[in-house]
């Protein structure tokens, strides 16, 4: 949708909890609404904490080419990679010492195409990725030494975390499992990997919108144009939203776009 001086807008959406609902299904009107944006010229994007290969089948259903993965670490903009930000060595070497030391705390480390455990059948990664329906990763433990991992996911109790934040201070801790946080770079978030879409491409700020329902969508709702949190969220979540639509199962998506006018 080209706005009144010929600029071109753009949406994001979070996948679990507004892409998908809460059976990890796409509503109909999602995907009618979708479609309806695209034919409108406007561009839709998705901002995920997932690696690529985990949402590849979701954009081609879409017909979507533009995303930011790992909470901003992997752009993409129309199937051009257009920033990586790769966790360091050195310090993922010091994460993985710290699970060690506690109970061999398991880890999955994750790359644009795969993910890897650090332990064989654990029960709190098979119970935390299994609620996003994917199997419990192979076994490499030494995976981030030979690739570039962009996230890792960490399978602890909130009270087992603050172990973590004490000795990996560069990386920031985002919880969205019971048993499980994702580990990023301290600055790094969706709305800097946003941030760096829109200087690649010249988005203008009041051009940009998204939608979300998680704790680690709040800094996109607040670096966006218009940030629009889903009913589902929760209440700290919502706080940081220019406009609360409704719940997912509710065709929030539909909803909220209609709202907007952007269908």
Not at 80 to 100: F, G, M, Q
Not at 169 to 180: A, E, G, K, P, T
Not at 234 to 247: G, L, P, W
């Amino acid at each position: 949708m080209i706005g009144s001086e010929g600029r071109v807008k753009i949406v994001f959406f979070d996948i679990d909890g507004t892409l998908l609902d809460h059976d990890k299904k796409l509503p109909s009107s999602t995907k009618k609404a979708i479609k309806q944006l695209q034919n409108n010229g406007v561009f839709v994007a998705i901002a995920t904490g997932r690696s690529p290969f985990m949402f590849e089948s979701l954009r081609e259903e879409l017909n979507i080419d533009t995303f930011v993965s790992f909470n901003g670490q992997y752009v993409v903009f129309e199937k051009e990679v257009v920033y990586r930000n790769p966790l360091k060595i050195s310090e993922l070497k010091k994460l993985h010492e710290t699970a060690e030391k506690y109970n061999h705390t398991p880890i999955v480390f994750m790359d644009e195409a795969t993910m890897k455990s650090s332990v064989a059948n654990h029960e709190r990664i098979q119970e935390a990725l299994g609620s996003l329906r994917f199997p419990h990763p192979d076994v490499e433990a030494d995976f981030y030494e030979q690739h570039d991992v962009y996230q890792a996911l960490l399978f602890c109790t909130e009270e087992e975390e603050e172990r973590f934040s004490e000795h990996c201070d560069s990386f920031r801790f985002i919880r969205w499992h019971q048993y499980s946080t994702d580990v990023l770079p301290s600055d790094g978030s969706k709305a800097e990997g946003i941030k760096m879409l829109m200087e690649h491409v010249g988005f203008q700020l009041e051009d940009v919108y998204a939608f979300g329902d998680g704790l680690n969508d709040i800094e996109m709702l607040e670096a966006v144009g218009h940030g629009i949190a889903m009913g589902n969220a929760a209440s700290t979540v919502k706080e940081h939203a220019d406009y609360v639509t409704k719940d997912v199962g509710e065709e929030g998506i539909y909803y909220g776009l209609k709202k907007l006018q952007l269908i």
